[in-house]
């Protein structure tokens, strides 16, 4: 369409402001506060169901119930498995296309709450079971005694994850439960505030995230790093990737102008598995070519601050954690989806129908 024929309304903001207590990114100064606390230090601190605790009732369980908590989405991974493995259905190719699937199979009800437990518990079992079927495994029978973070890294790998393993996925958990208003979560707050259920919220949410500009670039980061393959090649790699005209995967963030806070998290994370015995194989190769993407970027954008974001060291870490690559997004959805969970119940306590307006810029009426 030619602009002389294009209807511009001057003025017309397509900007939703939307009010919320769940979490707030200052990417200024490189801060993520998750309801009242610095992701640090939640993720230092607490477990995967007591940051969803916070994240759906304001505030961090007690001990007593903290344990009910996590001994009902035991309960629930138990059932989660038994619906999944008792017809003939299969999980699909794609791994987030199975996720997708598995969560549309639970039925809502007319109780958030009792959604919430359901469809939270459900992600990782769906996972496994992908997985498992990949590797051509019987689908893994869940362990109720086990918080969420084990029980997924025993499903995955076949067996009990150590303590610190287990810990540094609770980390991962944590650290990506929320965080603004995101693609994914915004998808699900559109879908709350016209009153529909939360399991369709939690399902429009998983296909915003398959989308590689959200939830995708973790698994390209570690082909980077196999293809970098040690410290001394990253400079001339990433140079010709560059010169290429090539984005370096892991790099600039849309809203941080300084490091991804999350990014320390997980080194730390790394840092801490390798210290213990861990696969030592990554963290070293991995920092050189941090260092030396953000000196390349900084030459050839010096106006524009791109570092490591979210992606890079996720990478990482869920590897060191034996996580497979092709479960990377879908290990996302099992942490975001206590955030999602949270923006359904807060936008369902507003009431209000998100209705963004669209500026058009078609041709004038004839
Ligand atoms: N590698 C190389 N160049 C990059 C880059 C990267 N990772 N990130 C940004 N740039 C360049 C852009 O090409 C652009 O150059 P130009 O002005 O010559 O066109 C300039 O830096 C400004 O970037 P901009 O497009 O304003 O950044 P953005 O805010 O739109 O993009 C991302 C943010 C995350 C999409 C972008 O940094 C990116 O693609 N990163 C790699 C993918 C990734 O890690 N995604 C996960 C995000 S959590």
Redesign the pocket.
Known sequence: MSPENAVFTPGLSNVVAVQTRLSRVDGEAGELVIAGHRVEDLALRHGFEAVSHLLWHGALPDASKLESLRAELGRRRVAAHRLLTAERFRPLADPMDSLRAALARIESTPDPEDDTLTIVAAAPVANAWWWAHRSGRPAPEPSPRLGTAADYLRMIASEMPSDIEARSMDRYLVTVSDHGMNASTFTARVIASTRSDLVSAVVGAVGALKGP?HGG?PGPVLDMLDAIGTPEAAGAWLGRE?EAGR????????IYRVRDPRAAVFEHAVTELEASGGPARRLALARAVETEAEAQ?ADR?PG?S?KA???FYTAVLLEALGVPRQLFSATFAVGRIAGWVAHYLEQRGEDRLIRPRSEYVGPAPR
């Not at 984005?247 to 849309?254: A, E």
Request: charged share 20%; glycine share 12%.
């Open positions: 500009l670039a560059l984005r370096i995967m892991g790099m600039g963030h849309r970027l954008h524009r791109l974001n979210v992606e």
